[in-house]
T-cell receptor, first 113, second 113 residues
Framework: AQSVTQLDSQVPVFEEAPVELRCNYS??????LFWYVQYPNQGLQLLLK??????LVKGINGFEAEFNKSQTSFHLRKPSVHISDTAEYFC???????????FGAGTTVTVRA | DVKVTQSSRYLVKRTGEKVFLECVQD?????MFWYRQDPGLGLRLIYF???????EKGDIPEGYSVSREKKERFSLILESASTNQTSMYLC????????????FGPGTRLLVL
């Protein structure tokens, strides 16, 4: 069974500064990896996903993530954040042969002017 | 655009009441999911369904049941609500064969008094 650890529960950041959200997973098999974002009072939406191929994945709103198999990590980055990036971010993992996602506990990003 | 709707955004119920949470998707998705979201715990899978009248337990099914009589509708039932079921409930759906991206509804925030 897979599990996900998000290493930071809260990340405060100033506007236009870079941000990195850390995610580690544990699995003995190949995996699919995802980052979802939840804006206040909304459901989750997909930011990006890694299925196979290039380890650098680009998503919506200027986010990107890098899959590192040796370190079992999938960290999310954005070079310059906006106030509108204030949200909760969830890393998730799935077995390619399974419907189910396992989510991390979430990282709350607060962007300040 | 995929649309997943949930019957209520906010719900207040009393201990012992039977509670129904409804979820409807309009994109003919085969797979549907119910999660609960709690601070510091992320999303945890309660039940999922991969076809009409089919259901499988997720990670935390105790105290819940589900019903899927039509493809577009997936209901979560709290047989006898308890205060520890106060939470945010999120519904999601995905196409069979495209297991990677789950589309989420806006959530129902349930308070059990």
């Amino acid at each position: 069974a897979q599990s996900v650890t998000q290493l930071d529960s809260q990340v405060p950041v100033f506007e236009e500064a870079p941000v990195e959200l850390r995610c580690n997973y544990s699995s003995s098999v190949s995996v699919y990896l995802f980052w979802y974002v939840q804006y206040p009072n909304q459901g989750l939406q997909l930011l990006l996903k890694y299925l196979s191929g290039s380890t650098l994945v680009k998503g919506i709103n200027g986010f990107e993530a890098e899959f590192n198999k040796s370190q079992t990590s999938f960290h999310l980055r954005k070079p310059s954040v906006h106030i509108s990036d204030t949200a909760e971010y969830f890393c998730a993992v799935s077995d390619p042969n399974d419907y189910k996602l396992s989510f991390g506990a979430g990282t709350t990003v607060t962007v300040r002017a | 655009d995929v649309k997943v709707t949930q019957s209520s955004r906010y719900l207040v119920k009393r201990t012992g009441e039977k509670v129904f949470l409804e979820c409807v998707q309009d994109m003919d998705h085969e797979n549907m999911f119910w999660y609960r979201q709690d601070p510091g715990l992320g999303l945890r899978l309660i039940y999922f369904s991969y076809d009409v009248k089919m259901k499988e337990k997720g990670d935390i099914p105790e105290g819940y049941s589900v019903s899927r009589e039509k493809k577009e509708r997936f209901s979560l039932i709290l047989e006898s609500a308890s205060t520890n079921q106060t939470s945010m409930y999120l519904c999601a759906s995905t196409i069979r064969g495209n297991q990677e991206t789950q589309y989420f509804g806006p959530g129902t925030r349930l308070l059990v008094l």
